[in-house]
């Protein structure tokens, strides 16, 4: 049964007369996207809900492939380095143009002695597009299937305060 407007059986007949003025045979097939739909909805919103959390928490994320190292950023990472809309987000964990050139070996070795299955955790310093440079508490896990998972959560302001803290407990209000 097909719904819709009444003159649609008639306009596809017109449209499908054969020259003898027969009517045509004619097949319709009718697609329920609903589940695409469903999918698509979901996809968004988890989209946006990765998007929120690495907002809140000031960290960002990418995702690596093996054996190659190929990396891709998420847009909480690009935010969190001020990198441009047009800027590429991928790259290779063995040169990470954001990671200061001096702690691009020691990031790249960590992930290339990672263990399957086996969380881990460091911190290094990464530099932004502005030229600002921050440290980053780097979590990661490599998968068995070849694909790994960073999240990296900016710390600076966190250290600065636990310095500032450090040196007032020490400091001594008559000598200073």
Same mark, same amino acid.
């Given at each position: 049964?097909?719904?819709?407007?009444?003159?649609?059986?008639?306009?596809?007949?017109?449209?499908?007369?054969?020259? =003898?003025?027969?009517?045509?045979?004619?097949?319709?097939?009718?697609?329920?996207?609903?589940?695409?739909?469903?999918?698509?909805?979901?996809?968004?919103?988890?989209?946006?809900?990765?998007?929120?959390?690495?907002?809140?928490?000031?960290?960002?994320?990418?995702?690596?492939?093996?054996?190659?190292?190929?990396?891709?950023?998420?847009?909480?990472?690009?935010?969190?380095?001020?990198?441009?809309?047009?800027?590429?987000?991928?790259?290779?964990?063995?040169?990470?143009?954001?990671?200061?050139? =001096?702690?691009?070996?020691?990031?790249?070795?960590?992930?290339?002695?990672?263990?399957?299955?086996?969380?881990?955790?460091?911190?290094?310093?990464?530099?932004?597009?502005?030229?600002?440079?921050?440290?980053?508490?780097?979590?990661?896990?490599?998968?068995?299937?070849?694909?790994?998972?960073?999240?990296?959560?900016?710390?600076?302001?966190?250290?600065?305060? =636990?310095?500032?803290?450090?040196?007032?407990?020490?400091?001594?209000?008559?000598?200073?």
């Amino acid at each position: 049964m097909i719904s819709g407007p009444s003159h649609f059986p008639d306009w596809i007949s017109r449209i499908c007369r054969r020259p =003898e003025g027969r009517r045509a045979a004619v097949m319709i097939t009718v697609l329920d996207i609903t589940e695409l739909k469903d999918a698509l909805r979901r996809a968004e919103w988890n989209a946006s809900m990765l998007a929120r959390t690495e907002a809140l928490c000031r960290a960002g994320s990418f995702d690596v492939s093996w054996p190659n190292g190929d990396l891709r950023m998420s847009g909480g990472l690009a935010a969190m380095l001020a990198l441009p809309d047009d800027a590429p987000r991928d790259g290779s964990i063995d040169n990470i143009a954001w990671v200061p050139p =001096e702690e691009r070996a020691f990031v790249g070795g960590i992930w290339r002695s990672a263990a399957p299955g086996e969380a881990f955790e460091f911190q290094h310093r990464v530099q932004g597009a502005d030229g600002v440079r921050r440290v980053v508490l780097h979590r990661g896990l490599l998968g068995g299937d070849g694909h790994g998972v960073a999240l990296l959560q900016d710390i600076t302001d966190r250290l600065e305060a =636990e310095q500032r803290i450090e040196a007032l407990a020490t400091r001594h209000e008559v000598t200073g």
